[in-house]
């Protein structure tokens, strides 16, 4: 008897996260699905894609996407209970994703109806069970539609609705099918999505509970997450040798540990102060002699990091990598790991005396203090980035920078401190002071270091959390309040990030190729 060829009856299904590549086919989806409501658009996807990939699940059939689900995390209980579907999803791009948060929510799910009676719905609704607890978080809570009370509207009201599907006298597409999933119903929100006529614009909002979720004390009954900034105001001036200014970067973070700093910032090219000693006229030859200096200065970092136990910005170092030099930010934690964020925007003289190359990569970092990001001097003019790191998660911005006169200095800090205020974040900007006569194209510095927070009632009066006096080599020690920051974002008097218009506008990451 000859072998039976298995393969030819062979049906894959594939549970999977939502990839860019997907988009067109679950707008597509959507559009079978929910004929008379409006699809997600493109720009929804993407955001949802770049800020919490995990939440985003597909079912796919013999490599057809036939369903899917979209999900974000959030503190269910800092929304107001009729909340509606355009608040808790910010317009259905999930920019107020918490990912310190303790509830999932569900957005979405969608399934062919010409693949239903394939438990496709049942097979998202584990998906995202397994997401929460793999997450450990507490519950998933939804806003579930009732597509059938219309028929019924005559007769009852919305909860009278929803007690006959529980006792099973009705049934409901969706409540009934939730229900099954071992979803309980909280409430009904009466104005949940405004599109939905089927539903008369209702929703139940239900929730599943996670019995295997382990409570942690500091997420359930922190009221501040302090963080204290040391940003240091560097003095350049001439030295006579690499120890010289090892010792010089730490005596300063020396200052940082002893204030008590979960952060020390320093300023950008700071490293420069090096070329005193090296006696070299070109300045694009001298950048490359700096260069070779790359692993000195890492291991330096790295070994005041964890010594003194706290988390480092080393500013930045001119470092040469495929033949090209680039301008590069370090972020030194105190356990002992390394990150790097080169340069996005050179500046002309940058470019004309030093030959410095761009780089195509921007960076969120995880610290035991909260989500970091770094952008070195010019590029905190360019508010798109800013407003990409607070959408990847970044709390805190900091932004080593060098200035040679006041309006270079100013445009850094009105810059930094319009970040802090349109995007509810952090900044701190750390310069460099005094002169290095020795060296070509380092002209006098100017610099007024500072931490700068949102302008609301819980933060500073004027927005200045701790400043420096202007051009004396110092250093600036200021707490931030990530907890208010989180609070202030989801209920402040202004929420700048939750009231952007995303159907007039939005910015894309293009991701280029990485250096």
Avoid at 48 to 74: D, M, N, T, W
Avoid at 254 to 265: K, P, Q, R, T, Y
Avoid at 323 to 335: E, P, T
Avoid at 351 to 362: D, F, S, T, V
Wanted: charged share 30%.
């Amino acid at each position: 008897m000859s072998e039976t060829d298995m393969s030819k009856y062979e049906k894959k299904i594939e549970i999977r996260n939502i990839h860019i590549e997907d988009i067109n086919d679950i707008i597509a989806l959507g559009k079978v699905c929910f004929p008379n409501m409006d699809p997600w658009k493109r720009e929804q996807l993407l955001s949802h894609i770049r800020i919490f990939p995990e939440g985003q699940i597909c079912v796919e059939y013999e490599g057809k996407i036939v369903g899917s689900c979209a999900s974000l995390i959030v503190n269910f209980d800092e929304y107001d209970d009729q909340h509606t579907w355009d608040t808790i999803t910010d317009h259905g791009y999930i920019t107020n994703h918490d990912p310190s948060g303790l509830n999932l929510y569900g957005i979405e799910v969608m399934v062919d109806p010409e693949y239903r009676r394939m438990k496709l719905g049942h097979r998202l609704y584990e998906a995202r069970k397994e997401l929460a607890v793999r997450l450990n978080l507490e519950s998933i809570i939804i806003g579930g539609r009732i597509p059938n009370y219309h028929k019924y509207k005559g007769e009852m009201t919305a909860r009278e609705y929803v007690e006959e599907v529980e006792k099973h006298n009705i049934y409901d597409p969706v409540l009934s099918f939730q229900l099954l999933q071992g979803f309980k119903i909280k409430r009904i929100n009466t104005s949940y999505l405004p599109d939905d006529k089927a539903s008369d614009s209702m929703a139940t909002l239900m929730e599943w509970n996670n019995v295997d979720y382990r409570p942690k004390s500091k997420r359930i009954y922190r009221t501040s997450f302090p963080v204290r900034i040391c940003a240091v105001q560097y003095m350049m001036k001439k030295i006579d040798s690499y120890e010289d200014f090892s010792t010089q970067v730490q005596y300063y973070v020396d200052v940082a540990a002893d204030f008590g700093s979960d952060f020390a910032v320093f300023p950008e090219i700071f490293t420069t102060q090096l070329m005193s000693f090296l006696e070299e006229k070109r300045p694009d030859r001298a950048v490359r002699r700096l260069s070779t200096f790359t692993d000195q200065y890492i291991e330096l970092f790295t070994q005041l990091a964890v010594r003194y136990n706290i988390n480092i910005v080393g500013g930045t170092h001119f470092i040469e990598e495929d033949g090209d030099i680039y301008n590069v930010g370090f972020l030194f934690r105190r356990d002992g790991t390394i990150e790097k964020q080169s340069k996005l925007h050179v500046t002309p003289n940058e470019k004309k005396w030093w030959g410095i190359a761009e780089g195509n990569e921007i960076n969120v970092f995880d610290t035991d203090c909260g989500k970091v990001a770094i952008q070195v001097s010019y590029d905190i003019e360019f508010p798109e980035l800013s407003r990409i790191l607070v959408e990847k998660g970044a709390n805190i911005i900091f932004v080593p920078f060098s200035a040679e006169d006041r309006q270079s200095y100013l445009r850094v800090r009105y810059c930094a401190q319009a970040r802090a205020i349109e995007n509810q974040v952090y900044t701190c900007i750390a310069g460099t002071v005094g002169n290095l006569t020795h060296v070509e194209n380092m002209d006098i510095q100017y610099a007024q270091s500072g931490i700068f927070s949102p302008a609301d009632f819980e933060f500073a009066r004027d927005g200045i959390v701790g400043e420096c006096d202007a051009n004396v080599d110092t250093v600036v020690v200021g707490d931030v309040d990530l907890e208010k920051l989180r609070r202030s974002r989801n209920s402040g008097s202004m929420r700048q990030l939750r009231d952007r218009r995303h159907d007039l506008y939005r910015i894309e990451w293009n991701g280029l190729s990485k250096k």
